[in-house]
């Protein structure tokens, strides 16, 4: 039986795509039958990012991972993030000849060199240096794939992405949602600086906007763009009613590795207009009449406004997270394989 331990450095309270793809992979891993256990920062002490408060990083040793992994008995690691537990876990493997798999769900360069001056040449040294080493990488779009082959990552291979088709689900519009009045321009996320909202928030559309979300940039942009209205964090069935009554949803992020919102608004019957760029570009396509993509945004929220509602539902009813968990195993299966059969080379030849 596999025994799976996934180790990731994003977790509760963070509220994200990342934690998100984990809680939804993990829960269809157990009804499959894999046995799962978790090493997260909740059980140590942490400090807030710079910049980013929101986010803790642990403050474990490695004896503490170590000595967690080791109590977990497993046989095969995922690790979902290069932070400081990702790292640990890292070298675990390493020292014991553990086969692990890893995955990219945030762009960690340019993700870093928006806070920190430090050349991207360098970040994506220990970006190849980080997973070059597991028996498999694991990236949510063919695009992205592409992309970090140049930048000479290897062993990539995808897991995609699922979406609650119950939960999010289209409803009967209102005259006025949130009191605006329509067409209503939506986007939900973090409001961080890599989020590039603003490239949302200036431009000159008729109607309403409205930011879901919370984060570092929110004061800062609610002062600057007194006529948005940001509605902070929502959850569950009031995060799927809002998304309901939005006419359009914008995505303006470029340096998303996917961009699970957009599945979420698909699923609610909510066209999508976004740059085009990893991500949306591997989930709109003009065939699909879903959305609008443009590197004029606000040329893609009008047309946007012409796409179908019921289009963006069956374009998101295509996505499950049965699928991409069974992506997932086939992805972990193949690593373990790996490397179970270098571990047997190097001590036929060591």
């Known amino acids: 039986m596999l025994r799976l331990t996934l180790v990731t450095d994003a977790w509760h309270p963070q509220v994200n795509g990342v934690v998100r793809s984990i ?4 829960a269809v891993l157990a ?6 256990s978790m090493v997260t920062p909740a059980p140590f002490r942490s400090i807030p990012m710079p910049t980013y408060p929101e986010i803790r990083l642990s403050l474990a040793g490695y004896g503490q991972i170590a000595r967690m992994i080791e109590s977990q008995q497993p046989t095969f690691l995922h690790i979902a993030t290069e932070g400081p537990l990702g790292l640990m876990a890292r070298r ?11 995955s990219y ?23 190849r240096w980080f997973h070059n080493r597991g028996g498999a990488c694991m990236v949510a779009t063919e695009s992205l794939r592409r992309e970090l082959e140049g930048k000479g990552l290897t062993n990539l291979c995808l897991w995609s992405r ?3 088709t119950t939960l999010f689900h289209p409803a009967p519009l209102e005259d006025r949602p949130f009191g605006l009045p329509r067409p209503l321009y939506m986007t939900v996320g973090r409001v961080a600086v890599e989020k590039n909202l603003p490239a949302f928030l200036d431009l000159d559309l008729p109607g309403s906007k409205v930011v879901v979300g919370d984060g570092p940039a929110r004061a800062e942009l609610e002062a600057r763009y007194p006529d948005v209205l940001f ?5 569950g069935k009031d995060l799927a009613a809002a998304y309901a009554q939005a006419d359009v949803f914008v995505f ?11 599945l979420e608004a698909l699923a609610s019957g909510v066209p999508v207009a976004a740059f085009p760029v990893t991500g949306p570009v591997d989930i709109i396509t003009p065939a699909s009449h879903a959305g609008a993509l443009d590197e004029d945004l606000a040329l893609a929220c009008h047309r946007a406004l012409d796409c179908s509602r019921d289009a963006a539902r069956r374009l998101a009813e295509t996505y499950s997270w049965e699928a991409a968990t069974r992506q997932f195993l086939d992805n972990v299966q193949a690593a373990k394989a790996h490397g179970s059969k270098r571990s047997m080379l190097r001590r036929r030849y060591v």
């Open 231 to 235: 509605t902070g964090v929502k959850f």
């Open 31 to 36: 009804r499959m039958g894999v046995e799962v």
């Open 23 to 26: 809680e939804n992979t993990n």
């Open 105 to 127: 769900h945030t762009r960690f360069p340019e993700y870093v060199a928006t806070r920190v001056p430090v050349p991207l040449g360098w970040l994506y040294a220990y970006v």
């Open 252 to 262: 303006p992020s470029k340096t998303d590795t996917f961009g699970n919102t957009i």
């Open 162 to 164: 699922g979406i609650d």
């Open 92 to 102: 675990w493997c390493l020292k014991n000849g553990m086969p692990f798999s890893t």
